[in-house]
């Protein structure tokens, strides 16, 4: 669900740009000055949650680490439990896998083997979708884990990457679109 225009000016006021980062010809958009701001954060949590409320979410998963930000209050307003997914080698018991292709090579994520249970439903959040690699990794080791992902959910879409294209089929929910 995306905020009212007013709203979502209100929050991309409080976005920083840097250009340049992290490499020339990038414009990366800082949600820390977003987060820090009280108002705003409680503005993000609301229009993140609102779609959410009444879907019976069983779990949140939160891609590492600004998914962890967003998805952890999320779960608890949606009264779901939290689930990281993480770099390899982060996570402490037995793990499942999911690689996925960056502009020069591959990264994978990584979700405990237990952290799902069949026929759980579940809303994937991350801050971010861009050309959508780590969110299709994501989906891919919940629905390996017999998840039901009712919803992916981002703060912000930078809509000409095309990441929707990585997630065919998926209910996608977008705070804010550049």
């Known amino acids: 669900m995306e905020p009212s225009k ?3 000016d209100a929050l991309k006021a409080r976005i920083r740009n840097v ?3 992290p490499k020339p010809g990038i414009l990366f958009y800082d949600v820390t000055t977003l987060l820090k701001d009280h108002d705003g954060f409680g503005m993000v949590l609301n229009a993140m949650s609102a779609s959410h409320v009444g879907q019976h979410i069983d779990v949140v998963v ?3 680490s600004r998914g962890f930000i967003l ?3 999320l779960a608890d307003r949606l009264r779901a439990g939290f689930v990281p997914v993480r770099k390899p080698g982060k996570l402490p018991s037995k793990t499942r896998k999911a690689s996925y292709s960056l502009e ?8 405990h ?3 799902i249970k069949a026929g759980q439903r579940v809303l994937i959040v991350d801050d971010l979708l861009a050309t959508g690699g780590t969110a299709a990794a994501a989906v891919s080791l919940v629905k390996e884990l017999g998840g039901v992902i009712v919803a992916v959910q981002f ?5 000409a990457l095309n990441g929707r294209e990585k997630l065919p089929g998926e209910t996608i929910d977008v705070v804010l679109k550049y």
């Open 155 to 159: 703060l912000i879409e930078l809509v």
């Open 104 to 111: 020069y090579g591959t990264d994978a994520l990584e979700i």
């Open 19 to 21: 250009p340049d980062f």
């Open 113 to 115: 083997e237990d952290a």
């Open 6 to 8: 007013s709203h979502g």
């Open 62 to 64: 939160g891609i590492e």
């Open 71 to 73: 998805g952890a209050p």
